[in-house]
């Protein structure tokens, strides 16, 4: 068993130095290292993590801290080989849902966070309630969305609408209100020679967050908000057996938007886009909005011309605040295999709450964990005021919504592919909806299998 363990170990070594480089070790044998996979490796985040390190060094002077940060896929690939194999990091990437989290806690691959969420007081802090309902398992790990905190976030993320002012003010539009108003700036944008919306899905994200939004506002005016709300926290994060995706919100949102794709409301090339180019399609001033996420915030502030920022609205004029995508970043957890957790937990608290790393956050145009977002010497007319009470509007009425590949293990091969048809108008609303329906009609029948 012993040699088999070494010879696990050896690939886990040659696999994570093949994805992510030379410079990287498996996990330090040293008494006083802590070792960190992450992916804050942005410029608008990467300055948090080294400060937080810094903090950490300062504290305890006698400790060593070796980081790796990496793409996403890169690390998700070698977080999982390494855990399998019993070796990895102290503070480990920890995607939510099935992606990783939920294998993890079966294989008891990471540690509990329960008892550092309470000594440090993160839930009467950081985020809103239903925020951290995205991070829990069951101790057996069989049930998404209830039980023990496994896992924490850096900062927080939202989507929304970005907006040229310039363009507006040159075509005489004023920020909308409701689905009517967009589509009808849209409409004069498109009219004036701007594409309208920059979106991307070249990345299957890109389609997740467009169809996504148009569907929790969808849901919201078809059965209220605060309803819809539940509705996505059963389908996306409970995998309720009596919820299903053959709603007619979901079958509205999915004709809206192949109406918007008639009419040309998407930029030109948007299937051959990648969410990053729709970001600098919208910098370049060829289209007069952008759906994107608060990660690209620090980007949009530095653009040539003034942006604002606006919640996904609802259907109607005077609708309820729909829920909007959102959550926590990508979250970090402690490995069962790490040696001192209580070092990694300190660690942990440093990154996520420290006032340090607020400031940091609010320099740099990045939604803190913390609520509600401090407004304080945030002009009005700035961006990132836009964000920040976008963000707290959200956070004060619970209403988060969800980034729907979470919903089952193949859910993104399902949405992207159905997503794609649907954008090529090779399928109906409802023929999409079904599909997905199929999908998660079959993971939720696995899980009742095995119980």
Do not use: C
Request: proline share 6%; glycine share 8%; aromatic share 10%.
């Amino acid at each position: 068993m012993r040699n088999v363990k070494k010879f696990l170990g050896a690939i886990v070594m040659s696999l994570f130095l093949l994805v992510s480089g030379p410079v990287l070790s498996v996990i330090a044998t040293e008494a006083k290292v802590l070792e960190i996979w992450d992916i804050y490796y942005e410029p608008n985040r990467d300055p948090v993590v080294e400060a937080a390190i810094e903090q950490f060094k300062q504290k305890y002077p006698d400790w060593q801290v070796k980081r790796t940060s990496r793409p996403l896929e890169d690390m998700k690939m070698a977080v999982m080989a390494a855990l399998s194999a019993g070796v990895g990091p102290d503070v480990v990437l920890v995607n939510n849902g099935e992606q990783m989290m939920g294998p993890m806690v079966r294989a008891k691959q990471i540690i509990n966070l329960d008892p550092y969420v309470e000594k440090y007081g993160w839930i009467d802090k950081l985020f809103s309630p239903g925020l951290w309902n995205r991070v829990r398992y069951t101790l057996d790990g069989t049930q998404f969305g209830e039980g023990s905190v496994w896992a924490v976030g850096l900062d927080a993320e939202l989507v929304g609408i970005y907006y040229n002012k310039e363009i507006f003010e040159e075509l005489g539009l004023s920020p909308f209100e409701s689905l009517e108003e967009l589509e009808e700036v849209m409409e004069k944008v498109k009219g004036a020679g701007y594409d309208p919306l920059a979106v991307g899905v070249l990345d299957d994200w890109q389609f997740f967050h467009l169809y996504g939004a148009l569907q929790h506002a969808a849901l919201a005016n078809q059965m209220g908000a605060d309803a819809a709300q539940e509705y996505l926290d059963d389908i996306v994060i409970r995998s309720k057996p009596e919820r299903s995706w053959q709603e007619q919100g979901n079958i509205d949102a999915a004709r809206i938007l192949q109406e918007w794709v008639q009419k040309g409301y998407l930029v030109e090339g948007f299937s051959a886009l990648s969410g990053d180019d729709s970001t600098q399609v919208f910098l370049a001033e060829e289209t007069a909005l952008l759906l994107q996420g608060s990660w690209d915030s620090s980007q949009v502030a530095k653009a040539d011309f003034d942006a604002g920022f606006l919640p996904f609205p609802p259907l109607e004029k005077g609708g309820e605040f729909p829920p909007q995508i959102g959550g926590m970043a990508t979250p970090l957890g402690i490995s069962a295999y790490s040696p001192h957790p209580d070092i990694a937990a300190e660690y942990l608290n440093l990154l996520v709450a420290s006032d340090r790393t607020v400031e940091l956050q609010l320099e740099m145009n990045v939604l803190p964990a913390l609520v509600p977002a401090p407004l304080e010497g945030i002009l009005e007319e700035e961006l990132y005021y836009d964000l920040l009470t976008s963000w707290n509007k959200a956070a004060e009425l619970d209403r988060i919504g969800h980034f729907l590949d979470w919903t089952t293990p193949t859910m993104w091969d399902t949405l992207g592919e159905a997503g794609r048809d649907l954008l090529l108008l090779q399928i109906t609303p409802e023929e999409f909806v079904k599909k997905v329906e199929a999908d998660y009609r079959a993971f939720v029948l696995s899980k009742e299998k095995k119980e």
